[in-house]
C-alpha cells in the first residue's frame, strides 16, 4: 500500500539549506535572531514604555492638576526643588531618549540593513546620539540637580 491509500502523507523532504524545525519543541535560531533588535532591546521598549507612562502621569497630574492656572518659572522651579519630581524627570529623559531611539532601530534593522557590521554602526551611531542628548537634558536640569 503507498502512503495515497492510508491517508498518511509523509512531509516534504527539507529544501537544500534550510535549517528543519527541531524536534525538542524549541523555536529556531533563526527565529531569535539578535539582527532584528535582539532580546534586551525589546525588554528595554516595554520596561521604557511602562516608565514612560507612569512618569508622564504623574507629571501631568502633578502639572496640570495641582498647579491648574499657575504655571511659572518659580511653579516649575518648586516642583524640581523635591527630589522626587528630579527622579521622575531624569526617568523621563533616560526613558523617552532609549525609548525613541531604540524604536527608529529596529524599524531601520527590520527594512534596511542587512550586514553585521552595519547594524552595529548605527547601534552605536543611536547610543552616542541618545547620550550627547541625556548629557543636555541633563545639563537643562542641572541648576535643580546640583541643589
Given at each position: 500500500m503507498n502512503a495515497q491509500a492510508t491517508g498518511h502523507s509523509s512531509p516534504p523532504p527539507a529544501a537544500a539549506g534550510t535549517d528543519p524545525a527541531p524536534t525538542t519543541g524549541r523555536m529556531r535560531p533563526s527565529v531569535l535572531d539578535s539582527s532584528r533588535g535582539g532580546?534586551?532591546?525589546?525588554?528595554?521598549?516595554?520596561?521604557?514604555?511602562?516608565?514612560?507612562?507612569?512618569?508622564?502621569?504623574t507629571h501631568i497630574v502633578d502639572t496640570h492638576l495641582f498647579n491648574l492656572g499657575h504655571l511659572s518659572y518659580l511653579n516649575i522651579g518648586d516642583r524640581l526643588g523635591s527630589s522626587f519630581f528630579v527622579v521622575i524627570d531624569i526617568s523621563l529623559l533616560a526613558a523617552a531618549i532609549f525609548h525613541g531611539l531604540n524604536g527608529a532601530r529596529m524599524v531601520v534593522l527590520d527594512y534596511w540593513l542587512q550586514t553585521r557590521a552595519s547594524r552595529v554602526a548605527l547601534?552605536?551611531?543611536?547610543w552616542v546620539l541618545g547620550s550627547a542628548t541625556f548629557v543636555y537634558g541633563l545639563w537643562a536640569l542641572w541648576p535643580w540637580i546640583a541643589k
Open positions: 532580546m534586551w532591546g525589546w525588554l528595554g521598549q516595554r520596561v521604557t514604555a511602562v516608565v514612560l507612562i507612569v512618569g508622564l502621569l547601534t552605536i551611531a543611536l
